[in-house]
């Protein structure tokens, strides 16, 4: 039986054995009892409700009897689970728009063509690209928490760490490789830090430029797909690697695209 049953036949027995409580007394201490019960929710993600005391849900009397209806705190606890499920963790707490410096003109010209690609709701493709410490994965992550905020899932894929995990899955089994790279292709969110970066001198190499070829081709095919990429090469750079995908990023982009210049100046991790 559940809590809900459980109570009812209690106040029901209770109700029974005590002749002289009215049906809108007995009906009001059953809200009352279920209301009061504290609920585990916090335990879990860390949001403290005193108003459904964590349990989720609020009972009322209504004409239909007793009803269980949503706190309104069901919602944080949505986007915290979402926020944990992308992979972007504290940072989206960290990198807001608020907090972005922009004291100078190109970091302002930066945060509004952020803000602007958030409001306009036909774009799909956002990309910036250059000097490394300017603020870039600040900006795409900010954008990145105003999806998860409107209650889309969203996931981070660092270039370097996950195109080797699933290179390697590649070499194991092509099934295993397929399925790893189904949710990023899939996930109506994706954001692509430091794309493909490789060692300094270096250049990605074929199975980087495969991966990458079927990862955005795919994206590119479901226009309902929101793609942010930041990267220390701008789009002119890495269409030295592959011109074919990566023009394809900045017709997609149009104005929603970022050259960073590379000045030391701009890399504000130097300045402590």
Known sequence: MTRLGECLEDELLERNSRPGVTRKEWEEAQV???????????????IDCPRCRNKGWLYRNTEEGLTALPCDCLRRREIMRRIDESGLGQSIRAYTF???????DWQK????????????????WFYIGGQPGSGKTHLCTAICDFYIRRGLDTRYLLWAEKSKQLKAAVNDSYRSYAAALEEYKRIPVLYIDDFLKVRQGGVPSDGDLNLAFELINARLLSPDRITVISSEKTLEEAMTYDEATISRIAQQCGKYRIDVDWDREKNYRLRG
């Open 98 to 104: 608020d907090r972005f410096a922009d004291r100078e």
């Open 109 to 124: 010209t930066m945060k509004q063509t952020a803000q602007a690609f958030c409001a306009d709701e036909n774009a799909r």
């Open 32 to 46: 009352r009892r279920l209301n009061e019960d504290a609920g585990g929710l916090n335990r879990r993600d860390g």
